[in-house]
């Protein structure tokens, strides 16, 4: 390698270091001290040509919009509609979850038309096309052709290993994960040792390459609230750290999955759990749910649970829509689950980063009834057009002429 090539690369690093610090509103020397420890990951694969994006301790709280198709609805366009909508939302990163159709047309049209980092799922791919029949090599080539596609980080369920089946049968819900009751279903039927476990270090010389980061998936997430920070969830989250040594001895970034279904009074404690057992690695939640029966409205009992996750520390939140648990969720769907996930994500980031200036000029922008700085201000970047109606009134229907804020403000001002 010669010494231009590396100086030009040196110099691409540090001009990205310091638009992320600056984005970020860290210190350029603590950003690089936490992607050093692996506490932050950059999340970008080398092929593709976007803006990588920070994940971890003392940077935002970033937030994750699935999209895909299933065997009984594909179309391709109407999925990339809604990635669309959920970059538009400020969806920090798309995961392209489809698992009908053709799944390579279906993920290059998503890295082509979109700009945020896309994850993926590889064993979806590798199960569907061989079922049962799959094996480590057939696997890995599914993970080598994403890596070269340009998937810029893949949920790994490497956790899951053979010890832990028989205490499945304890759970109200023994799994809900769908990439991880295929392996389930493999180690059980060929009574082998889960593969992606057995054979981590060749994944991790595959992505390593593509610089592309693992999400390790947690396939023994709680799917009911009654299962949440069980023995097995514990015990998978034991391998999970164990995995993450190995990651980090190879230079891979390393992102951890969590629950799930999870009651207000255990997210601290599984916070706590994930940091300690694997090292500080960004915890990135799935909701979590803290209620079972908000059957159609899951991406508020989410938004909840995100946002007390986050505060306490996990680092990247997937949304939840009002289809969980129902059916694959509309463009309107995808929107009010990025919406809750935002809120969850920020009201959480003003207590972790001190990160308040927005609220306080919402804040003065409400006192000043100035309808078009607070539209500005929203979490909900269409609320001008869809409150036009208001900008150039001096108080709302709600209370009309007796406007709280201008009484007051007449009174005080006398
Ligand atoms: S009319 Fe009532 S609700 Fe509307 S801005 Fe004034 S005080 Fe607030």
Not at 210 to 228: F, K, N, Q, Y
Not at 302 to 324: H, K, N, Q, R, S
Not at 347 to 356: E, F, N, Q, S
Request: proline share 3%.
């Amino acid at each position: 390698m010669d010494l231009k090539y590396v100086m030009e690369n040196l110099r691409i690093y540090d001009k990205m270091l310091m638009n992320i610090a600056k984005k970020e509103g860290i210190r350029e020397q603590k950003l690089e001290k936490r992607i050093k420890d692996g506490s932050v990951v950059l999340v970008k694969n080398s092929n593709r040509n976007i803006e990588p994006l920070a994940i971890g301790e003392g940077v935002h709280t970033k937030i994750n919009a699935n999209i895909g198709t299933s065997p009984g609805l594909v179309d391709v366009d109407y999925e990339l509609e809604k990635a669309k909508i959920a970059v538009r939302y400020k969806a920090d990163t798309l995961m392209d979850l489809s698992i009908g159709g053709d799944l390579n047309e279906i993920r290059t049209r998503i890295l082509k038309e979109t700009d945020v980092p896309l994850g993926t799922v590889p064993i979806y791919d590798a199960f569907i096309e061989q079922r049962i029949d799959m094996d480590i090599d057939s696997i890995l080539r599914v993970i080598e052709r994403q890596c070269e596609q340009g998937v810029d980080f893949m949920t790994i369920h490497a956790g899951i290993t053979q010890d832990m089946i028989k205490g499945m049968k304890e759970r109200i819900i023994p799994i809900t994960s769908r990439g991880g009751s295929f392996i389930l279903a493999w180690m059980i039927k060929n009574q082998r040792e889960n593969p992606l476990y057995e054979h981590f270090d060749l994944v991790l010389d595959v992505v390593k390459e593509h610089e592309v980061v693992i999400s390790l998936g947690d396939a023994l997430r709680p799917a009911a609230t009654e299962d949440a920070t069980d023995t097995l969830q514990i015990q998978e989250l034991i391998n999970l750290g164990k995995l993450t040594k190995m990651a980090r001895k190879e230079g891979v970034g390393i992102i951890i999955e969590g629950p799930g279904h999870v009651p207000l009074n255990q997210i601290k404690a599984n916070v706590i759990l994930e940091k300690k057992i694997c090292d500080n690695a960004p915890f990135y939640v799935l909701g979590p749910l803290v209620t079972d029966i908000a059957v159609g409205y899951d991406h508020i009992s989410g938004a909840i649970g995100g946002a007390l996750a986050a505060m306490y520390g996990a680092d990247f939140l997937c949304y939840v829509t009002p289809a969980e648990h129902l059916g694959l969720p509309s463009i309107e769907d995808v929107r009010e689950g990025v919406i809750a996930s935002k809120i969850a994500a920020h009201a959480a980031d003003m207590i972790k980063l001190g990160d308040t200036t927005r609220d306080l000029d919402m804040s003065n922008a409400r006192k000043e009834l100035n309808w078009h700085q607070m539209f500005e201000l929203s979490i909900d970047v269409d609320m001008k057009t869809k409150y036009s109606n208001l900008i150039d009134k001096k108080a709302c229907t709600m209370c009309g002429e007796y406007c709280a804020l201008k009484i007051v403000e007449e009174y005080l001002r006398n």
